[in-house]
């Protein structure tokens, strides 16, 4: 009898891994150099806005734009460090962020609210136990503040309260100068359209009203489309080649992929849909769409709540993987924690725009999602869900328009009217989505994503997609 016709897609003989003597069931870490090097790139803002005061316009500061690497590495080199060395000036509400920040001003946002104990590991930064926030969500600088050419004021928001520090500019820094005039220089360019609100513009559409929308009509940005695929290493099939043993090949080609240096320690089951690899405490699930599921086995009790140390067994896990993907960047985009367990996830981003996981098994309005999500103690990982696509950026740039009127008037109006029936928008972006459960190489085209929700609340969300428009 067929092994293949039983649902096995490879030899069997090829599917029984050798025990050695130097085997090994725990999972790696990368070293410290290579730690040092891959940590940079998760510590970064997901963006710096400049916003002139009286004036409801912001300019968002892209990342290859001439001042956005300056004012991080001012921010990081010269701000963070002393606001966790002195105490707060002053400690205003959370209602007070959203006042003073209307002001000239220079925000540094990040995409989740960073526990101090890991901007202390990012940063090298020693803490001296002085400061009184909980994290850090963003950082305004505001040259206007002090009169004193020296001093720049700086407000750090936990989400909580915002706290308020004088600081003295570094010799080294930036000068306020720099802050103090740079509203009006985005305001006298072109490379940079202004942006609003849309809880200041359209109040009544908002379930969030700090989405910033462009409302100039001939608004754009430059995007490519980008190819897709499952990495060539996990594909499973069942296609048999008794000539060149093309199964055991592929079993080889997922072990030294996915399991690293537990390749040797775990055996294999396979059927034409799922690869598993086991043994008494590890399991990875790799499925026909590209998703690895990793879960560690027993029950494990957390003797020491450190989210520095969980977050590198989450780096490590993937930096040591991320070779299968290709020329796209990975980007911290939450944190949980429950019982001394965080749950990270992580989207994947291509040139600063996300490209966001999309399931429609989830529920009747579907499911959108960030690609990673990985559960880690301070000991380790203990579970991964992780679609692993090989992204092939096709560099064909075009201009195509981010203008909020064109949206409603052009697309929602004509193509999508229902979202604006008895909804809010609860987020709107620029960017790429997929299907999860596709399994061929797929190309994507810079889309709008849309969350709305029929209350202000935002108990429900449901998502929209739609092609976003390339100018002539």
């Known amino acids: 009898m067929s092994l293949q016709a039983q649902g096995f897609p490879f030899r069997f003989v090829d ?49 290859n734009q001439a001042h956005y690497q300056s004012i991080w590495n001012d921010a990081k080199q010269y701000y963070i460090p002393v606001i966790y060395s002195k105490k707060p000036d002053k400690i205003l509400t959370k209602d007070d962020w959203v006042l003073n920040t209307n002001k000239t001003c220079t925000i540094i946002d990040f995409p989740v609210l960073l526990p101090n104990e890991l901007i202390s590991w990012f940063g090298d930064i020693s803490i001296s136990g002085n400061y009184s926030f909980k994290g850090i969500k963003s950082i305004a600088i505001l040259p206007l503040e002090n009169v004193n050419e020296t001093v720049n004021t700086v407000y750090v928001y936990d989400e909580e309260t915002v706290h308020v520090y004088n600081v003295q500019i570094d010799p080294n820094a930036l000068p306020k100068n720099f802050y103090r005039n740079l509203p009006e220089a985005l305001k006298n360019q ?8 849309l809880g200041d513009t359209f109040p009544k559409l908002a379930q969030n009203p700090a989405i ?12 490519q489309s980008v190819q897709i695929s499952i990495p060539d290493a ?32 775990l055996m294999a089951s396979l059927s034409a849909n799922t690869a598993t690899f086991s043994d008494t405490e590890n399991v990875y699930k790799l499925d026909a769409s590209g998703t690895l599921n990793y879960k560690y086995l027993p029950a494990s009790e957390v003797n020491e709540i450190d989210i520095s140390a969980a977050f590198i067994h989450a780096l490590s896990f993937i930096e040591l993987r991320r070779d299968l993907l290709n020329k796209v960047d990975i980007t911290l985009s939450s944190i949980k924690e429950e019982k001394g367990v965080f749950t990270f996830t992580f989207d994947y981003t291509l040139n600063g725009f996300r490209v966001l996981v999309y399931d429609n098994r989830a529920n009747s309005t579907g499911s959108v999602s960030s690609a990673i999500t990985i559960k880690a103690s301070a000991d380790r990982v203990l579970e991964c869900r992780w679609v692993m696509r090989r992204f092939n950026p096709l560099g064909n740039y075009h201009q195509y328009s981010n203008s909020f009127i064109d949206l409603v008037e052009n697309k929602i109006m004509s193509e999508s009217p229902d979202i ?30 849309i969350a709305t929700s029929p209350d202000k609340e935002g108990t429900q969300i449901i998502w929209n997609f739609i092609p976003m428009s390339e100018e002539d």
């Open 15 to 63: 599917a029984i891994f050798s025990f050695g003597s130097n085997t090994t069931s725990e999972l790696k870490d990368l070293s410290e150099a290579e730690l040092k090097t891959a940590k940079d790139a998760y510590f970064k803002p997901d963006n710096i806005i400049v916003s002139i005061s009286l004036d409801s316009n912001q300019w968002i500061l892209p990342e």
């Open 190 to 197: 072109d490379e940079i359209i202004s942006a609003s609100t």
């Open 212 to 223: 910033p929308i462009y409302l100039d009509l001939y608004s754009s940005t430059r995007m």
């Open 234 to 265: 996990l594909v499973l099939t069942q296609e048999e080649d008794t000539e060149s043993g093309a199964e055991g090949q592929r079993v080889e080609g997922i072990r030294e992929s996915i399991l690293l240096n537990q390749r040797d320690s």
């Open 420 to 449: 604006l029936r008895n909804r809010l928008f609860a987020g709107i972006e620029e960017g790429y989505i997929f299907d999860a459960s596709k399994r061929e190489s797929l190309i994507l085209y810079p889309s709008w994503i």
